[in-house]
Nanobody, 124 residues
Framework: QVQLAESGGGLVQAGGSLRLSCAASGRTFSSRAMGWFRQAPGKEREFVTAISWSGGSTNYADSVKGRFTISRDNAKNTVYLQMNSLKPEDTAIYYC?????????????????WGQGTQVTVSS
């Protein structure tokens, strides 16, 4: 069992930055890939980014490439999402997810554990 807890969300103006954290507890965190998804009101959950268990491979949605950076610190059982140049369209609840070691794709069904989410709101 893995428990995930997101933090770092908030309200920022367009062009600003936020850094989200996802703290994990439970077994085999360091052997799992980690991902970030987001969901805006009335819309389906969408893939944002993911990172392999070692941190050696990453994957990004086209909408966030060049603006967002995912990283992890296995010693701290934490994955991060650095968000720069934020846009109003980035407004959503952001969820952290844990999957198997080398799956860093966009399929939400491939991730086994989910956090409760943290709200990110970007104003114009």
């Amino acid at each position: 069992q893995v428990q995930l807890a997101e933090s770092g969300g908030g309200l920022v103006q367009a062009g600003g930055s936020l850094r989200l954290s996802c703290a994990a507890s439970g077994r085999t965190f360091s052997s799992r890939a980690m991902g970030w998804f987001r969901q805006a009101p009335g819309k389906e959950r969408e893939f944002v980014t993911a990172i392999s268990w070692s941190g050696g491979s990453t994957n990004y949605a086209d909408s966030v490439k060049g603006r967002f950076t995912i990283s992890r610190d296995n010693a701290k059982n934490t994955v991060y999402l650095q968000m720069n140049s934020l846009k109003p369209e980035d407004t959503a609840i952001y969820y952290c997810a844990a999957g198997r070691a080398y799956y860093i794709g966009p399929g939400s069904s491939e991730y086994d554990y989910w956090g409760q989410g943290t709200q990110v709101t970007v104003s114009s």
